[in-house]
């Protein structure tokens, strides 16, 4: 996973299920789970070789996550009109 391009995370738009967190001062890679509204922040699954453990999970919030995460870049397909 290390040559996997990530960026900043600059809006809530970009944090979807299933996208690949990392920290920007640790190499450790977490899955994003669905967003909690009860409380008001995203789930954050441990990802080992591709790996996602369901067992252990972390509660994270938005502003946590634009500040000290970085998530991986996907290209987008432009379509010609």
């Given at each position: ?18 996208a ?6 640790h ?19 441990p ?26 870049a ?8």
């Amino acid at each position: 996973m290390k040559n996997n391009n990530f960026e900043s995370i600059f809006d809530a738009y970009q944090l979807v299920s299933g996208a690949k967190i990392k920290g920007k001062k640790h190499d450790e890679i977490f899955e994003l789970g669905a967003y909690d509204a009860l409380k008001r922040g995203y789930v954050l699954y441990p990802l080992e070789h591709g790996i996602k453990f369901d067992d252990f999970s972390v509660m994270i919030s938005e502003k946590e996550l634009k500040t000290n995460f970085l998530i991986e870049a996907v290209k987008q397909n432009a379509i010609a009109a």
